[in-house]
Protein backbone atom coordinates (compact mmCIF):
# COMPACT_ATOMS: atom_id res chain seq x y z
CA UNK A 1 0.00 0.00 0.00
CA UNK A 2 1.10 3.59 -0.78
CA UNK A 3 0.86 6.38 1.54
CA UNK A 4 0.50 10.22 0.41
CA UNK A 5 0.80 13.48 2.39
CA UNK A 6 0.35 16.63 1.04
CA UNK A 7 1.95 20.20 2.03
CA UNK A 8 2.16 23.40 1.12
CA UNK A 9 -1.09 24.91 0.64
CA UNK A 10 -1.96 27.83 2.11
CA UNK A 11 -3.43 31.17 0.96
CA UNK A 12 -1.78 33.82 -1.65
CA UNK A 13 -2.89 36.46 -3.71
CA UNK A 14 -3.71 36.64 -7.46
CA UNK A 15 -0.37 36.25 -9.66
CA UNK A 16 1.54 34.95 -6.42
CA UNK A 17 3.48 31.38 -6.60
CA UNK A 18 2.81 28.28 -4.09
CA UNK A 19 4.65 24.83 -4.29
CA UNK A 20 2.64 21.63 -3.02
CA UNK A 21 4.51 18.98 -1.66
CA UNK A 22 3.72 14.94 -1.83
CA UNK A 23 5.63 12.74 -0.16
CA UNK A 24 5.05 8.86 -1.12
CA UNK A 25 5.85 6.24 1.62
CA UNK A 26 5.08 2.44 1.84
CA UNK A 27 5.34 0.33 -1.22
CA UNK A 28 6.68 2.83 -3.08
CA UNK A 29 7.36 0.68 -6.33
CA UNK A 30 4.09 1.07 -6.63
CA UNK A 31 3.69 4.61 -7.29
CA UNK A 32 5.95 5.25 -10.79
CA UNK A 33 2.76 7.06 -12.01
CA UNK A 34 1.83 10.43 -9.59
CA UNK A 35 -0.14 12.96 -10.12
CA UNK A 36 -2.16 16.15 -8.72
CA UNK A 37 -6.00 16.45 -8.79
CA UNK A 38 -8.15 19.60 -7.57
CA UNK A 39 -11.76 19.84 -6.60
CA UNK A 40 -13.20 22.91 -6.17
CA UNK A 41 -16.13 23.82 -4.05
CA UNK A 42 -19.18 22.50 -5.76
CA UNK A 43 -17.06 21.32 -8.70
CA UNK A 44 -16.05 18.04 -9.95
CA UNK A 45 -12.62 17.10 -9.54
CA UNK A 46 -9.98 18.19 -11.92
CA UNK A 47 -7.07 16.57 -13.37
CA UNK A 48 -3.89 18.98 -13.15
CA UNK A 49 -1.48 17.22 -13.92
CA UNK A 50 1.04 13.53 -13.46
CA UNK A 51 4.37 12.56 -13.84
CA UNK A 52 5.83 8.95 -14.52
CA UNK A 53 8.63 8.95 -12.41
CA UNK A 54 10.76 6.64 -14.21
CA UNK A 55 11.99 9.31 -17.18
CA UNK A 56 10.32 11.76 -15.94
CA UNK A 57 7.52 12.68 -18.56
CA UNK A 58 4.91 15.05 -17.51
CA UNK A 59 1.24 15.80 -18.54
CA UNK A 60 -1.10 19.16 -17.84
CA UNK A 61 -4.02 19.68 -17.79
CA UNK A 62 -4.76 22.37 -20.29
CA UNK A 63 -6.02 24.97 -17.75
CA UNK A 64 -3.08 24.93 -15.66
CA UNK A 65 -0.15 24.73 -18.66
CA UNK A 66 2.86 27.26 -18.71
CA UNK A 67 1.84 28.36 -15.23
CA UNK A 68 1.99 24.80 -13.21
CA UNK A 69 4.94 22.49 -13.10
CA UNK A 70 5.33 19.02 -12.04
CA UNK A 71 8.45 17.25 -10.98
CA UNK A 72 9.60 14.51 -8.71
CA UNK A 73 12.86 13.90 -6.36
CA UNK A 74 13.00 10.08 -6.74
CA UNK A 75 16.18 10.78 -3.27
CA UNK A 76 12.97 10.98 -1.12
CA UNK A 77 9.73 9.87 -3.37
CA UNK A 78 8.14 13.09 -3.31
CA UNK A 79 6.42 14.62 -6.18
CA UNK A 80 6.02 18.78 -6.16
CA UNK A 81 3.66 21.21 -8.25
CA UNK A 82 4.97 24.39 -8.54
CA UNK A 83 2.40 26.76 -9.21
CA UNK A 84 3.04 30.03 -10.99
CA UNK A 85 0.43 32.83 -11.92
CA UNK A 86 -2.11 31.88 -9.34
CA UNK A 87 -5.71 33.18 -10.19
CA UNK A 88 -8.93 32.44 -8.26
CA UNK A 89 -10.32 30.15 -10.35
CA UNK A 90 -7.54 27.86 -8.93
CA UNK A 91 -8.76 27.80 -5.41
CA UNK A 92 -10.03 24.28 -4.48
CA UNK A 93 -8.43 21.72 -2.46
CA UNK A 94 -5.26 19.42 -4.22
CA UNK A 95 -4.75 16.26 -3.74
CA UNK A 96 -2.11 13.84 -4.36
CA UNK A 97 -2.24 10.54 -6.33
CA UNK A 98 -0.56 7.78 -7.24
CA UNK A 99 -0.10 4.13 -9.36
CA UNK A 100 1.56 2.01 -11.07
CA UNK A 101 1.88 2.02 -14.59
CA UNK A 102 3.69 0.30 -16.86
CA UNK A 103 4.80 2.55 -19.17
CA UNK A 104 4.68 6.68 -19.45
CA UNK A 105 1.44 6.23 -22.10
CA UNK A 106 -0.63 5.28 -19.36
CA UNK A 107 0.58 7.91 -16.89
CA UNK A 108 -1.62 10.56 -18.09
CA UNK A 109 -4.38 13.02 -16.12
CA UNK A 110 -6.96 10.87 -17.59
CA UNK A 111 -5.98 7.64 -16.34
CA UNK A 112 -7.27 6.16 -12.58
CA UNK A 113 -5.39 6.45 -9.64
CA UNK A 114 -5.68 3.80 -7.07
CA UNK A 115 -3.67 6.09 -3.68
CA UNK A 116 -4.81 9.21 -2.79
CA UNK A 117 -3.37 11.30 0.08
CA UNK A 118 -6.17 13.60 2.44
CA UNK A 119 -5.20 16.78 0.33
CA UNK A 120 -3.96 20.44 1.24
CA UNK A 121 -6.32 23.74 0.36
CA UNK A 122 -5.20 26.58 -1.75
CA UNK A 123 -6.71 29.71 -1.57
CA UNK A 124 -6.39 32.76 -3.89
CA UNK A 125 -7.62 36.04 -3.54
CA UNK A 126 -8.74 38.45 -5.50
Known amino acids: QVHLAESGGGSVQAGGSLTLSCAAS????????MGWFRRAQGKEREAVAS????????DYADSVKGRFTISYDNTNNTVYLQMNSLQPDDTAMYYC???????????????????WGQGTQVTVSS
Open 26 to 33: GYTYRANC
Open 97 to 115: AADRAVSSAYCTTTREFSA
Open 51 to 58: IYTNLPIP
